[in-house]
């Protein structure tokens, strides 16, 4: 049966070429309105507005990341606690004033 599906999609394919487009066109409309978990290097580019060099780089470096065989796949929530390690100008929090606060409630 699936090499009759496949027999039957390539006949299509090779007698109206432009329904392979119209197919690959409606896979991409139907993939725009929705967000992914995961990530691959083009599209984390496009998030991150960084080059692709640049994130291979980070790789390295020990951004986290999942390799399947050649294929890399990066979560977008970690990524995101990843870089807010580097974030400049975020002040830390006073402990010892939050401590004082904590003791003169109590």
């Known amino acids: 049966m699936t090499y009759l599906i496949s027999a039957a999609k390539h ?23 929705a967000s992914p978990e995961y990530l691959d290097l083009k599209q984390l580019a496009t998030y991150a507005s960084v080059a692709r060099n640049t994130l291979k780089k980070w790789l390295r470096s020990g951004m986290p990341h999942y390799r399947v065989g050649r294929c890399i796949r990066v979560r977008v929530d970690e990524f995101n606690n990843w870089m807010d390690r580097f974030r400049v100008g975020a002040s830390k929090p006073d402990l ?11």
Do not use: H, N, T
């Open 11 to 33: 006949v299509l394919f090779v007698l109206y070429p432009k329904a392979r487009l119209k197919l690959r066109q409606g896979r991409r409309e139907s993939m725009e309105g």
């Open 96 to 106: 010892d004033a939050i401590w004082d606060q904590v003791m003169k409630e109590v």
